[in-house]
């Protein structure tokens, strides 16, 4: 039976561990296949053409075959060149570089495909590779917005999700994964005004939701990390991602 190859796929690789001596599993974000595992055999020799080509946040083209169905969910590289474009991101971008990677990785199943999601995270990658100013902050919460709305886990911004009241444009608003979007109480200092989140929705709905999301954010950036975060963990099923601790314990250094 022949193998079925995918050739020239546009990919980035979220995550690499050993598999064995020689070889490295790879879990790469591929344009049109979703999240894949993709086996390297040889890639760590020194001689391999692999070792300067599998690196995260470089935008690749990768051909591979495909195992035969039901015998394996992880498929064999056959070739990876670096597609061009932009440096490695470094200092704080790449360590954001890094936990967008960790939200892919807990967050996408595998063989499930995101292409409009893939094309944000590309242009997001440019951004951390460039001398982005104080563009991270928005970039990332935008991200989170848009990663969210694809995999069905963020409520309509709108309107309170348990009672659908419209939201009152100066009142403040708290978003939970137990009640979506509800109103502040007393005690509670966070959340955003009821005008920030309908601008937020109104931007999701953009027939090209990135560029209108990112603008958005600009507007709120620092407010909204602290409601994306515990809606981010939750989901992700875990207190602390891994990336943010690294984060943490390199600031308190």
Aim: net charge neutral; glycine share 6%; with cysteine.
């Amino acid at each position: 039976m022949a193998i079925k190859r995918v050739s020239e796929e546009p990919a980035f690789i979220l995550h690499r561990y050993d598999w064995s001596e020689s070889s490295l599993i790879l879990e790469c974000f591929t344009r049109h296949r979703g999240r894949v595992a993709l086996v390297a055999k040889g890639a760590k020799k020194p001689t391999s053409s692999f070792r300067p080509v599998l690196l995260a946040l470089q935008p690749l083209r990768l051909s591979y075959g495909m195992a035969a169905e039901g015998s394996s969910d992880i498929h064999t590289l056959k070739s990876a060149e670096w597609a061009g474009g932009h440096v490695m991101p470094s200092g704080d971008s790449l360590l954001a570089g890094l936990y967008l990677n960790e939200l892919l990785m807990r967050l996408l199943a595998r063989e499930d495909p995101f292409a409009a999601l893939f094309d944000v995270y590309a242009g997001v990658v440019r951004v951390l590779a460039s001398d982005h100013g104080d563009a991270l902050e928005p970039v990332l919460r935008a991200f989170e917005l848009l990663l969210l709305r694809e995999l069905g886990l963020l409520p309509a911004l709108d309107a309170q999700t348990l009672s659908l009241q419209a939201l009152a444009p100066a009142q403040r608003y708290v978003i939970t994964p137990e009640a979506g979007l509800r109103a502040a109480g007393d005690a509670e200092r966070s959340g955003l005004a009821g005008a920030r989140w309908l601008e937020l929705e109104a931007a999701l709905a953009a027939p090209n939701p990135y560029p209108a999301v990112l603008r958005a954010c600009a507007l709120c950036a620092g407010e909204l990390k602290a409601q994306l975060r515990t809606l981010l963990q939750h989901h992700c099923g875990q207190t602390v991602l891994r990336t943010r601790q690294l984060m943490m314990d390199i600031q308190s250094l």
